[in-house]
C-alpha cells in the first residue's frame, strides 16, 4: 500500500517533464492499447489515425468520452470522466 503510494507520487513527479509518456502509460492503464495499436489498425482505428483524423485538435474529447461512458458509437469503457478525457486527448494530440 505505502509503495504503491509512493511509486504513484514518483510516477506524478515525474509526469510533467513527459507528458506524452504520461499519455501513453493512460492509454496502457486503462486498457485503450488492447484494441488502439499505436501503428496498426487492431479492434479499433490505429492512434496514428486517430491523431490523422482530428489532427491534434481535441475539442472533440467530450464528444467521444461520451460516447465511451454511453457505449455507443464506442466500446463502453468504465472509468472516471477526468481519466477518460486525459486518455482521449493523450490519444488525439500524442505524437
Ligand atoms: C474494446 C475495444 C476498445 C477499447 C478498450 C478502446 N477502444 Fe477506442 N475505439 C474502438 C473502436 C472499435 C473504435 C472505432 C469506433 C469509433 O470511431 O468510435 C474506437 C475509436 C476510438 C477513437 C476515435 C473516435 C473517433 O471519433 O474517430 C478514440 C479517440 C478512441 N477510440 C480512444 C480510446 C481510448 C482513449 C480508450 C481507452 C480509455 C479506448 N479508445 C479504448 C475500440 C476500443
Same mark, same amino acid.
Given at each position: 500500500?505505502? !509503495? ?13 517533464? +513527459? ?17 488502439? &495499436? +499505436? ?12 491523431? +490523422?483524423?482530428?489532427?491534434? &485538435? ?5 464528444? *467521444?468520452?461520451?460516447?465511451?461512458? &454511453? ?5 463502453? *469503457?468504465?472509468?472516471? &470522466? !477526468?481519466?477518460?478525457? +486525459?486518455?482521449?486527448?493523450?490519444? *488525439?494530440?500524442?505524437?
Amino acid at each position: 500500500m505505502k !509503495a504503491a503510494a509512493f511509486a504513484l507520487l514518483v510516477a506524478l513527479a515525474g509526469s510533467s517533464s +513527459a507528458a506524452l509518456g504520461q499519455g501513453m502509460e493512460l492509454l496502457r492503464s486503462k486498457g485503450c492499447v488492447g484494441c488502439h &495499436d +499505436a501503428e496498426r489498425t487492431k479492434v479499433g482505428p490505429s492512434l496514428k489515425d486517430i491523431r +490523422a483524423k482530428y489532427g491534434g &485538435d481535441t475539442s472533440r474529447t467530450p464528444q *467521444i468520452v461520451a460516447r465511451m461512458k &454511453d457505449g455507443k458509437g464506442h466500446p463502453k *469503457i468504465a472509468a472516471p &470522466d !477526468a481519466e477518460l478525457t +486525459a486518455a482521449v486527448q493523450a490519444a *488525439i494530440a500524442a505524437k
